[in-house]
């Protein structure tokens, strides 16, 4: 969960009065109070008339995480092959929704994700590849997401989605389809708590990466650390490990990849070894 001052940015980059309006412990420095001298209190100074259903996880810039994609698991073995990927020191699980409107393909709804909550402690990062996002994200939210993404193509409204988002409990994502521009979410950086650029066109696993996906990560990496925002950004599509190191070079903190994961025969080892690839693209930079 978030550690925050009152009156202080948060990790995000929020000040207080466009804070998403979630409860958030307080840290309040007590000199005499013994060597740590912290003192932790519920602050319900930003909560909403009813309470949102979880607090939302802490996010720590700079940390790299390698985020399977449940689209690419085979579901007579779902179980079995989460658990697995869990063991290789994955923490966090990847789901594309997709509506057959917004993408040329139908996939999952809450009762699927609601499952995978009831195996996994790990977080679950719910990618919204549907029309009416705004409509259908409490209901994800509902059934365990912990963070939700949705493209700023199907939003008419994106920041209202991104607050509806946040105030529902869970972390808010914008994505970029491949021919969008990063220079679109100028006006609505401060508000995302990541983005996702995709490196394929949205609707099917098992494509090939779009190379220049990695210009467009390290002009959004420039303009985060000019704006002094520090939100993680993720990418998604073709992410081997032949090219995994070149993603987090570029600035990707979360790398969702689906083949590489599930579509080998020990998804743990094959987790394991593209955690070791992003670590060490990492220890060694170019």
């Given at each position: 969960m978030r550690i925050v001052p009152d009156d202080a940015e948060d990790v995000f980059g929020h000040k207080p009065e466009t804070r998403p309006k979630v409860p958030y412990i307080t840290v309040t420095v007590m000199p005499r109070a013994g060597k740590l001298g912290l003192i932790l209190g519920f602050c319900a100074a930003y909560t909403r008339v009813s309470e949102p259903r979880r607090v939302l996880p802490l996010l720590v810039s700079g940390m790299i995480e390698i985020l399977p994609s449940i689209l690419a698991a085979d579901f007579a073995r779902l179980g079995e092959q989460i658990a697995a990927a869990e063991r290789g020191g994955v923490e966090r699980f990847h789901l594309d929704v997709?509506?057959?409107?917004?993408?040329?393909?139908?996939?999952?709804?809450?009762?699927?994700?609601?499952?995978?909550?009831?195996?996994?402690?790990?977080?679950?990062?719910?990618?919204?590849?549907?029309?009416?996002?705004?409509?259908?994200?409490?209901?994800?939210?509902?059934?365990?997401?912990?963070?939700?993404?949705?493209?700023?193509?199907?939003?008419?409204?994106?920041?209202?989605?991104?607050?509806?988002?946040?105030?529902?409990?869970?972390?808010?994502?914008?994505?970029?389809?491949?021919?969008?521009?990063?220079?679109?979410?100028?006006?609505?950086?401060?508000?995302?708590?990541?983005?996702?650029?995709?490196?394929?066109?949205?609707?099917?696993?098992?494509?090939?990466?779009?190379?220049?996906s990695l210009d467009k990560v390290r002009a959004l990496s420039m303009r985060k650390r000019e704006l002094g925002l520090r939100f993680p950004i993720q990418i998604d599509g073709g992410i081997t490990l032949d090219n995994v190191g070149d993603a987090v070079r570029a600035g990707c903190e979360w790398i969702v990849t689906g083949s590489s994961i599930f579509h080998t025969p020990d998804p743990g080892k094959a987790s394991a070894e593209m955690i070791k690839a992003a670590a060490e693209a990492v220890a060694a930079p170019v």
């Open positions: 997709m509506d057959g409107h917004f993408v040329p393909n139908f996939t999952i709804g809450p009762p699927v994700v609601e499952s995978i909550r009831k195996i996994t402690r790990a977080k679950l990062d719910v990618h919204l590849m549907i029309t009416d996002p705004n409509r259908y994200a409490p209901a994800f939210i509902d059934a365990g997401a912990d963070s939700v993404s949705v493209h700023y193509e199907a939003c008419i409204h994106l920041e209202r989605t991104l607050r509806h988002i946040q105030s529902e409990g869970a972390l808010a994502g914008v994505v970029l389809n491949p021919s969008t521009p990063v220079a679109m979410l100028e006006d609505i950086l401060y508000a995302v708590d990541y983005v996702l650029i995709m490196s394929v066109n949205p609707g099917f696993g098992g494509q090939k990466f779009i190379g220049h």
